[in-house]
Nanobody, 119 residues
């Protein structure tokens, strides 16, 4: 069973920075896509950023030029560097992985980490 372990959330003032990290554990063969989603209270879960095994990245318009997603293929980890944080970035952030495991292709989610941007 694959599990995604997230770390790095917390409380930060507007304009500040946070870094989120996620590391899959368990048995798997290839991680194709790693991504971060977020869900604010009363809103649907939305894609923040994703990165493919090729290094190709996609970002939500709302975070472009402020957030950077990166991955370490040797360690199978993904990091989201969040700069110039705004109050509207407040949400629970979820790590997501699309990978091939012993049972074939599948999508996995972390439990989420709270990010609160407030003065």
């Amino acid at each position: 069973q694959v599990q995604l372990v997230e770390s790095g959330g917390g409380l930060v003032q507007p304009g500040g920075s946070l870094r989120l990290s996620c590391a899959p554990s368990g048995r798997f063969f290839t991680i194709y896509i790693l991504a971060w989603y977020r869900q604010a209270p009363g809103k649907q879960r939305e894609l923040v950023a994703r990165i493919a095994d090729t290094g190709s990245t996609n970002y939500a318009d709302s975070v472009k030029d402020r957030f950077t997603i990166s991955r370490d293929n040797a360690k199978n980890t993904v990091t989201l560097q969040m700069n110039s944080l705004k109050a509207e970035d407040t949400a629970v952030y979820y790590c997501n992985a699309y990978l091939r495991g012993p049972d074939g292709l599948g999508t996995y989610w972390g439990q989420g980490t709270q990010v609160t941007v407030s003065s």
